[in-house]
Nanobody, 125 residues
């Protein structure tokens, strides 16, 4: 069982930056793929980024809308995953969710078994 708690959301102007954090419980954090999803009002939840740590290597994967602007990272010693968001746009406004998956290279919503409660990110124009 994994419990996830996000933090770091807020209100920022377009072009600004935010860093989201997700603290995870459990002793096997490093074995999970960790992802970020987001859900805007009236829209489906969508994949943002995923990070996997295996064989001492880290693998990152991003959705096209955030490539080059967002960076996902993880600190296995702290059981924490981060999402650094730069050059934010109004269309990035959403509730951002942290998720964990037993599938190393997961990137679809059904592949993630554990979810946080979400943190609101609002980007003003």
């Amino acid at each position: 069982q994994v419990q996830l708690v996000e933090s770091g959301g807020g209100l920022v102007q377009a072009g600004g930056s935010l860093r989201l954090s997700c603290a995870a419980s459990g002793r096997t954090f490093s074995s999970y793929a960790m992802g970020w999803f987001r859900q805007a009002p009236g829209k489906e939840r969508e994949f943002v980024a995923r990070i996997t740590w295996t064989n001492s290597n880290t693998y990152e994967y991003y959705a096209d809308p955030v490539k080059g602007r967002f960076t996902i990272s993880r600190d296995n010693a702290k059981n924490t995953v981060y999402l650094q968001m730069n050059s934010l746009k109004p269309e990035d406004t959403a509730v951002y969710y942290c998720a964990a998956s037993r599938t190393l290279f997961a990137k679809t919503l059904p592949e993630f078994q554990y979810w946080g409660q979400g943190t609101q990110v609002t980007v003003s124009s």
